[in-house]
Nanobody
């Protein structure tokens, strides 16, 4: 079974940084593509950053230049480094996994496995 466990969320002031981690089990990185999503209260879940099959990354326009997605295949861990945080970055951040296939690392409907989320609050 695939299990995803996020950590690293918290409360920070605008301009600050956080690094989220997602430990994955049951995931083979040569078969699965991973991504980060977030959801603010009353809003739809949106893609933040993700990996495509060939290792290329995609970012939402709102986080380009501020967030960086990375992974450590040995540790089976996905990361999201978030710098220059803004209040509009506030939300519940989820790690997700899908079998690599069609392009669309920011498309939530393509993902089959989700973590429980970690809260990020920027004030």
């Amino acid at each position: 079974d695939v299990q995803l466990v996020e950590s690293g969320g918290g409360s920070v002031q605008a301009g600050g940084s956080l690094r989220l981690s997602c430990v994955a089990s049951g995931v083979s990185y040569w078969r699965y593509c991973m991504g980060w999503f977030r959801q603010a209260p009353g809003e739809e879940r949106e893609g933040v950053a993700g990996f495509e099959r060939d290792g290329l990354t995609q970012y939402a326009d709102s986080v380009k230049g501020r967030f960086t997605i990375s992974k450590d295949n040995i540790k089976n861990t996905l990361y999201l480094q978030m710098d220059s945080l803004k209040p509009e970055d506030t939300g519940l951040y989820y790690c997700a996994a899908r079998l690599c296939g069609a392009l669309g690392s920011l498309a939530a409907h393509l993902y089959t496995n989700w973590g429980q989320g970690t809260q990020v609050t920027v004030s």
